[in-house]
């Protein structure tokens, strides 16, 4: 497929068909995302492909206590299902769990020399590493879209994160970053607005 189309007509699909994806395929597209560009050429990336069905839906059941939890502490009624959002993932064939690690460089050295908090850094610096994570996960999805398939990045189940890392062993440093799920389109996604051009850029000439 054509570059542009792959990147224009590209959407999130959250129904899939029952089939399975090979391993060969994901690792293809898991390959192709590994040639984005990573800050210090760090490549801190790991995917943790979830094929196992009882994992996904121990995932699943993690979030949705988390979100059952949060709604008693809250106890108001939101517009929209916030289960919704996110409990949909247990159901696609493959669930990529990516992690990342904080990589600090010498310029977040110097900021920790000048008494700077960890979060202040965080804050200055817009955290490269998941940065590079978000380039990754966009070559993955725009490579399984070009091929065929279908897939969403998800963070919505992380309010589960300490929850799903155990579970999925991610220890520190790494912590996870994404989720994205995966496999056959069961349906065409119709194009959705993009903003205006004039609307999301500017020039200073
Ligand atoms: C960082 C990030 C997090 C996202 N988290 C979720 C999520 O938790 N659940 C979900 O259904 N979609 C999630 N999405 C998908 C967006 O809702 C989707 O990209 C957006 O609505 C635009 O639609 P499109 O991808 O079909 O073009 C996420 C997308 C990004 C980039």
Redesign the pocket.
Known sequence: MEFDKVVRE???I?RYKKDDLPDSEILSLIELASHAPSSGDQQMWHFIIIKNQEIREKMSRLVSQKIDSLARQVNEKFQSDPKK??MWFSRAPVVIAVSTFKYRTVLDNMLFKAGYSEYEVDSLRCRPDLQSIGAAIQNLLLAAHSRGYGG??????LVARPELEELLGVKPPRSLA?LVALGWSDYI?PP?NIRPIEEITSFIK
């Open positions: 590209r959407r999130s959250r959002i996110v969403c990045w998800l963070t919505g189940p994404a996604s959705r």
